[in-house]
């Protein structure tokens, strides 16, 4: 059987069948699959799995937010296996550098080498600046051409768990996530974009794949233009609702965004929607301070 062959493989998670008001949904607990999880773990899959292949201390250089999910997972993949992440983020506030917090906290706690741009245009330069001759490079939020891997063993993971017909929902930030799953799933993907518009998220997903066949992968709107990681009260609500009624807690950042498409688009799908928790919880820490900041009387 596919699925006794699977449970072999490094990765597999559990699928969930929920209710939020009288939206019925099956969920991919990709949150639960461990200290690397959600998309994190399906994009680092294929390092993960060659890792015996690279020596100790192997340098591994990336950029991006000091908040971002992708610097946790890349600290806590390197600090496990012995190899050094340096890190490129822009300049970080004197606030979180005096009270380290969230993803950051965490990814020095995992010995990450987290350095502020101060010299170059920007921080993808001064990465690239870093580099020698045997580092290997990651592209922000882990948006690299080795992810695929992991896509195509979660499209087998589903197919063998799945009897009925789903259409596959996830949000996306690069499209790295959506548009690897929907090359190799037989199931139909939507999927929303939370960074910039249906626009930005077509190039960002070009850039990594030449020629992309977007004929599974239905790009949906948000019911309005959120600016990405901004707190809103709507989305802070709903987090809260889900959280009570489902009692799961989702992602502030990616997660609501799709929810809100995902509620919003209800009647285009003909097919119970299999929601991807993408993980990424530790975000939530300074996400919530910033809600709680900001909307101090909503509390
Ligand atoms: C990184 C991340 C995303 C975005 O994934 P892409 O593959 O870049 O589209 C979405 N949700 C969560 C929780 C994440 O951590």
Redesign the pocket.
Known sequence: MLWKRLKNTLIVSRIDSLKYDDFDFFLKRD?LLGCIN???AR?LAFFEKNKHLFKKGQKFISYGSSQ???LV?LAIFCYENNFELIFVCEKINSFLKKNPHGNYLLALEYGAKIVENNDFLNKKAKALNLINNEDIFIEE???TKE?EFGYEQLALELDGQLNENVDIF???????????LAKHSKFRVY?CA??GDEDY?KK?ILSLNENYDFSNLTILNPPKKYHFAKPYIELFELYKDLKQKCNIE??L???MV?FKTLIENKKMFSNKILYI?????D?NISMLKRYEYKFQANK
Do not use: E, M, R, W
């Open positions: 949150d959600g998309n994190k994009k971002s999910n992708a997972a939020g882990i948006a992810a996830l949000p996306s930030g690069t499209g790295t996530s959506a548009a690897f999927t939370c960074v998220l960002q989702f992602d950042i990616y997660d799709g928790h993408q993980g990424g919880l975000g």
